[in-house]
Every structure is written in structure tokens, then in C-alpha cells.
């Protein structure tokens, strides 16, 4: 059952854009006024009121939609150029009636690449979205538009994945190790949510101003339903908003030049599978990528849970794709330095950008698309007679399906109208999946707003 906020203040204004927003035409701004089918308005209406409620501890898109249900925002267009008119939004995106800036910049970040991407990528002939070179050709000039790509700097980026509903402990271990990347000049990207994902930038940010780093990078990578759930946390200093949940997994593969994953739920052991899934495929055996699996002490149990399941899944060999570290930061951070450093003269011999990781393999099944429906998830091939790779593929999908069960507006919806996700499987991958998915629930890691988890899906 979905939890309804109290209402809250509110703050009616209208502002002007900050940061990376152009002009637009006047069929841009009609686009995003629309509230037809092919209309931008809701798209809009719900990131903004995300990035705008980004003081709220409520991870449930639902929630937020109906605590603000008189929200809206229009776009203004003026000879100077365009302003945002904003009706009941709330009150903590603003300090004595002024907006925060740093808000402002994501709002205009969202505005950028929503009439981007319908303009240029899904209402354009020019990128074949069902092949996969287009599809990586899409996700880099998104990228570009948004001004992430630096050709002028050395490899430094670090993606870090993990849970925001974690404990305090696991949190301020993500700060920590956020802080020994920072002091040994390395960035962070992470899904620019809270928990794991605000964590390391805090830390980063901390140590680059001790080493007087003042172009410190804290990039956050989201897509509508998750950026609609998970509001960018304040750290970001660039913002991009991919047009699905592939596309920005893609999108962190290519730009990161290493991973680390902190504990998590489903959506965490998506990323995983997406990410070791790439790795497994034949053409990739040979690119460095180096990727860490760490938390406190405390979170051994969880790791040993991901571990054998990967074992299971996927076979003895994976473990050569990842290196698992509890209760070291110092540790985790020079282990990623090294591996940066290799992946800097591995790209140097072989004349690849650094910004840009062209040579990467992506599978076709890893790209596509998945619209999580009760048909399609039911549908899903868990068994072990298939490639490893796509195995991985179809295991990620399953965990993504029940990721939009949990937070995203649509899938809790279709959860409310036709009950729980259905997933089969053969026995005993059935076995190896139900226990993985009991741990998270037994350590706290699926649960919404403080409540118990109501689980999303059913195992047959």
C-alpha cells in the first residue's frame, strides 16, 4: 500500500534557468507544455518535482506525485530567453524565498536533455536505436550535449554503486572510501541518489579540498524513473538524464575508468549482473576494467550472499572479473588507483580515448529495452542452459522488473492493478535467487520509507 505524505509548504515562483540550458524554440516549449500523448508536460512535471523535493526521505515516486498533486511547471518563452514558472513546489528547494543554485542547475540539466533526447535521438533518423552501434552512438552524443565528456583530462573517474537505504554504518564507510579516492585525485560518478550514491561524493569532496583540487568531478547519471524516486543529491555538479535504464547503465560503463559496488538491493545486483554480464563477453576478455565489492566488516555477510549467487549463476570464472575488500577504504582506494593507472597506459598502447570507452562490447540483449510488464517478467529464461552472458542478461532484467515494482510510478501502479511480479525458474536456480532476495529483505535493504516489505514479485 502506498504511504501518503502529510502535506507540506509550498513555494509558488518563477526563475530563471542555470548552467547548460540553451534557448529553445517555441516547438520545444510547446512540446514541453503538451499534456497529449506525445506531449513532454508529465515527463517534465515529474523530475522537476524530484529535484525539487530533494530534501524529502521518501524514495516512493508514487508518494511524492500525490503529496503535491497541485505541483506544476510551465516553461516561459521571453525575448531574453526562457524562465520556469513553478506553481506549490516545495518549500525546502528554496532559501528566503530564493531558490538553492545548485537546484536550479539540475532542473535546467533535466529541461536539456529531455527535449535532447526526443528531439535529436528518439524523433531522429540519424541513430538506429535497434542496433547496437547506434545505440552507443546515442548514448555518447547525449553525453556530449551534456558536456561530460573532458578530453583534456587523464583517466580519474570512478563509478560507485550501491543501496540508499543503507545503514549508517555502511554509509560512512561510502564517505570514507569516497575520501581516499578524493586525496588520490580520482572523481566520482555515481546514480546521484542518496545513501551509497551521496556518500562518496561527500568524502571526495572533503579530501579534494585539502589537496586544493578545485575541478573535482561528482557526475550523476539517472533516467526519468529512477530521477523521479531518487532526486539528485546536492553534491552533483553535473547532471545527466538518460532516456532509459540501459542507456544509463551504458552510459556509466563507458565514461567510468573503474566500478565500485557498496552494499545494496535489487537494484544494486542489477548493475552488478549488467556490468559482469559485458565482461563475460569474449571480445571484452582482454580490457582492463577494474571493479571492487566493498563495505565495513559488518558487510561481509552481504558480499558472501552476491558472491555465491555469481558463482552459481555464472560460474567459477567470474571471480576473476572483481576483487572483494570489507573494512579497508585505504585499501579499496589505491586498488582502484592501480587499476585506473593500468587502464591509462592500456588505452595510451592502443590509441583509445580516455573520455570514451569505444572499445567495450556491449551485447545487443545488455541495450534493448526492457519494459517490465507482469507478461514480460514472466516470460524471463532463469535457467542455466544458456550462455553465461545471457543468463546474465535475463537475471538483470528480472532484478530491474522488480526494481520499477518497488519505486518507479509505473510499476508500482501495474503491482496496485494486477499483483506481484511472477518470475519462474528452474528449481535450483530458483533456490540460489529466493535466498539472495530473502537476504536483502532479512538485512533491511528492501523497504520503503521505514515500512516492512511487501514483496513486489513471486517466485514459482
Known amino acids: 500500500m502506498t504511504q501518503t505524505p502529510a502535506p507540506r509548504a509550498t513555494i509558488s515562483s518563477i526563475i530563471s534557468p542555470e548552467g547548460s540550458l540553451e534557448v529553445l524554440s517555441q516547438h520545444e516549449v510547446n512540446r514541453l507544455k503538451s499534456t497529449s500523448k ?9 523530475c522537476a518535482l524530484a529535484v525539487l523535493n530533494c530534501g524529502s526521505p521518501t524514495d516512493d515516486s508514487l508518494a511524492i506525485l ?12 521571453q525575448d531574453r530567453g526562457i524562465r520556469l514558472k513553478l506553481t506549490n513546489a516545495p518549500a525546502e528547494a528554496f532559501v528566503d524565498g530564493r531558490m538553492i543554485r545548485g537546484i536550479r542547475e539540475h532542473l535546467s540539466s533535466i529541461i536539456r536533455d529531455i527535449v535532447y533526447v526526443y528531439n535529436e535521438i528518439q524523433q531522429h533518423n540519424r541513430f538506429d536505436l535497434t542496433t547496437g552501434e547506434g545505440t552507443t552512438n546515442a548514448v555518447f552524443h547525449i553525453l556530449r550535449k551534456a558536456g561530460t565528456l573532458k578530453p583534456g583530462r587523464d583517466p580519474s573517474l570512478v563509478v560507485c554503486w550501491g543501496g ?4 549508517r554504518e555502511e554509509y560512512e564507510y561510502t564517505k570514507d572510501v569516497g575520501y581516499h579516492l578524493g586525496l588520490r585525485d580520482l572523481d566520482i560518478c555515481t546514480g546521484c541518489g542518496p545513501g551509497a550514491m551521496k556518500g562518496p561524493m561527500k568524502g571526495a569532496n572533503v579530501a579534494h579540498a585539502k589537496q586544493r583540487r578545485k575541478d573535482g568531478r561528482y557526475l550523476g547519471i539517472s533516467e526519468p524513473g529512477i530521477i523521479a524516486a531518487e532526486a539528485p543529491n546536492p553534491i552533483v555538479n553535473e547532471l545527466v538524464v538518460m532516456p532509459d535504464i540501459e542507456k544509463r547503465l551504458e552510459a556509466f560503463v563507458r565514461l567510468g575508468h573503474g566500478i565500485i559496488v557498496f552494499p545494496g538491493g535489487v537494484g544494486t545486483a542489477e548493475e552488478i549482473l549488467y556490468l559482469l554480464g559485458i565482461l563475460l563477453h569474449p571480445s571484452n576478455k582482454e580490457i582492463p576494467f577494474p571493479l571492487v565489492f566493498t563495505g565495513p566488516t559488518s558487510s561481509a ?3 558472501q550472499k552476491i558472491d555465491e549467487f555469481l558463482v552459481y549463476t555464472l560460474g567459477e570464472e567470474i571471480r576473476r572479473y572483481y576483487t572483494i575488500i570489507t573494512g579497508d577504504p585505504v585499501a579499496v582506494a589505491r586498488k582502484m588507483r592501480e587499476g585506473i593507472d593500468q587502464i591509462a597506459d592500456f588505452r595510451r598502447r592502443h590509441q583509445d580515448a580516455f573520455y570514451y ?3 567495450l562490447t556491449i551485447a545487443r540483449e545488455f541495450q534493448a529495452p526492457f519494459e517490465p ?7 524471463l529464461a532463469l535457467h542455466r542452459q544458456q550462455p553465461t552472458h545471457e543468463l546474465a542478461a535475463n537475471l538483470r532484467r528480472a532484478f530491474s522488473g522488480i526494481v520499477a515494482g518497488n519505486v518507479k510510478e509505473p510499476g508500482i501502479r501495474a503491482i496496485e492493478a494486477h499483483g506481484p511480479f511472477v518470475l519462474t525458474a528452474e528449481p535450483a536456480l530458483m533456490e540460489r535467487l529466493d535466498a539472495l532476495l530473502s537476504s536483502f529483505v532479512a538485512q533491511g ?5 521505514g515500512q516492512p516489505y511487501t514483496p513486489c514479485y513471486v517466485l514459482k
Open 38 to 46: 506525445s506531449g513532454l508536460h508529465d515527463l517534465l512535471r515529474r
Open 66 to 77: 500525490e503529496a503535491y498533486k497541485d505541483f506544476d511547471i510551465e516553461v516561459l518563452q
Open 164 to 167: 540508499h537505504s543503507i545503514s
Open 301 to 303: 555477510a552481504y558480499f
Open 357 to 359: 570507452n569505444w572499445r
Open 373 to 379: 510488464t507482469h507478461d514480460a517478467m514472466r516470460a
Open 445 to 449: 535493504r528492501m523497504k520503503l520509507d
